[in-house]
C-alpha cells in the first residue's frame, strides 16, 4: 500500500522509474556531490546487484506523477559496513540489510521526503527479522543529521576502496557506518 506524507506517495520502485531515479541522481550529484564519482551506468549503480527491496517518492498518485526521490536496501554480504555491523550487533549477515541510495530531488527537499524514505526502508528492514545498516560520506552532514534523528547510532569509521569500480585513480571513500535503532 502507497504512503502518503504531505502529498508525496511512497511506493514500490519499478523498472519504469529508472530514468526518473538516474534523473533525480544527476542532480544530486552536481548539487551534493553524491554519488561521489558519476557511474558509468547510472540505471545499474542505483540497482545494484544485491537489492532486495527499493521504493520512490512521488509527488502525486495521478497521472502527472513526478518521482522526487528514491531508496533501496541491499544485501550486507560484502558490503564495507558489515565488520563494524556484526562486531556492534552479534547478527550474521543475512539478518542485516544496507540501506542504500538514498535521493531526494533538491527541488523536493525539507519537507520530509528524506525522513519518510528512511522510515519505510527501516520499518520493511525490521518487519523481516533484519536490522539496518548503512555508510555515509564522511564529507557530507546532512543525510548524517537525518540518520540521527531518526534515532541511528554512529558505529564507526570505514572506507571503500573503489579500484576496480571502473572510475580510474580515485582515492578510498571516507564513510561513517549508521545502525538503525533497535526493532520495536
Ligand atoms: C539527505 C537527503 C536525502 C535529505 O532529504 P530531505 O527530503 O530534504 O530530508 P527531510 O526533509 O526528510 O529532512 C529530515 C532531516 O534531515 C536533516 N537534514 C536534511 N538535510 C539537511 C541538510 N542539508 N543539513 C542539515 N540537516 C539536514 C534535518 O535534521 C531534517 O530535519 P528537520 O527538517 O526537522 O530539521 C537529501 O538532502 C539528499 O538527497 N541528499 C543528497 C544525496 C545523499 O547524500 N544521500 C545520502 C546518501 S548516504
Given at each position: 500500500m502507497p504512503?502518503?506524507?504531505?502529498?508525496?506517495?511512497?511506493?514500490?520502485?519499478?523498472?519504469?522509474?529508472d530514468d526518473a531515479c538516474v534523473a533525480v541522481m544527476e542532480r544530486t550529484h552536481a548539487v551534493d556531490g553524491y554519488p561521489r564519482y558519476w557511474p558509468a551506468k547510472p540505471a545499474k549503480f542505483l540497482r545494484a546487484q544485491g537489492e532486495?527491496?527499493?521504493?520512490?517518492?512521488?509527488?502525486?498518485?495521478?497521472?502527472?506523477?513526478?518521482v522526487v526521490g528514491q531508496v533501496a536496501l541491499h544485501r550486507a554480504?560484502?558490503?564495507?559496513?558489515?565488520?563494524?555491523?556484526?562486531?556492534?550487533?552479534g547478527l550474521p549477515a543475512a539478518?542485516?540489510?544496507v540501506l542504500a541510495?538514498?535521493?531526494?530531488?533538491?527541488?523536493?527537499?525539507g519537507r520530509g521526503v528524506g525522513r519518510a524514505l528512511v522510515r519505510t526502508a527501516t520499518e520493511r528492514a525490521h518487519a523481516s527479522g533484519r536490522r539496518a545498516v548503512l555508510d555515509v560520506l564522511q564529507s557530507t552532514t546532512g543525510p548524517a543529521r537525518l540518520y540521527e534523528s531518526e534515532g541511528w547510532t554512529r558505529l564507526g569509521p570505514t572506507s571503500?576502496?573503489?579500484?576496480?569500480?571502473?572510475?580510474?585513480?580515485?582515492?578510498p571513500l571516507q564513510l561513517w557506518v549508521y545502525l538503525s535503532p533497535a526493532p520495536g
Open positions: 504512503k502518503d506524507n504531505d502529498g508525496v506517495i511512497i511506493r514500490a520502485k519499478l523498472a519504469t522509474d532486495t527491496d527499493a521504493w520512490v517518492a512521488a509527488d502525486d498518485d495521478g497521472p502527472e506523477s513526478r554480504e560484502g558490503e564495507p559496513v558489515l565488520a563494524l555491523a556484526q562486531e556492534a550487533t539478518r542485516l540489510t541510495r538514498l535521493l531526494v530531488h533538491p527541488d523536493a527537499r571503500l576502496d573503489l579500484s576496480g569500480f571502473g572510475y580510474g585513480d580515485v582515492p
